[in-house]
């Protein structure tokens, strides 16, 4: 069964630093370009990363540029988001995604397996 799985959200103060990461499972992810997404409560949910299959591209929006980092581990059939700098509006559902191919997108319909999401909350 294919499964993505998110873990490493949680409750930080405003400057603070998380490192969520994303565990794939049911098949083989190295040729899969993958994301981040994130939904605030009452808000569509946003792109935050992508990353290609082979970590050669890589996206971010502009509100986490500077502060965030997407990589990935295809041995270990993992990808990670490193966020540092955190602010109040980054507090949102973090979801992980993947594609059936291995170029990035950045839109939400462009991609075909998701996780169930992981919490983040930043105190001001």
């Known amino acids: 069964q294919v499964q993505l799985v998110e873990s490493g959200g949680g409750l930080v103060q405003g400057g603070g630093s998380l490192r969520l990461s994303c565990e794939a499972s049911g098949r083989s992810w190295g040729n899969y370009a993958m994301g981040w997404f994130r939904q605030a409560p009452g808000k569509y949910r946003l792109i935050v990363a992508a990353?290609?299959?082979?970590?050669?591209?890589?996206f971010y929006s502009d509100f986490v540029k500077g502060r965030f980092i997407i990589s990935r581990d295809n041995a270990e059939n993992k990808m990670y988001l490193q966020m540092d700098n955190l602010k109040p509006e980054d507090t949102a559902v973090y979801y992980c995604a993947a594609r059936g191919v291995s170029e990035l997108e950045i839109g939400e319909w462009q991609y075909d397996y998701w996780g169930q999401g992981t919490q983040v909350t930043v105190s001001s």
């Open positions: 990353i290609s299959w082979n970590s050669d591209s890589t």
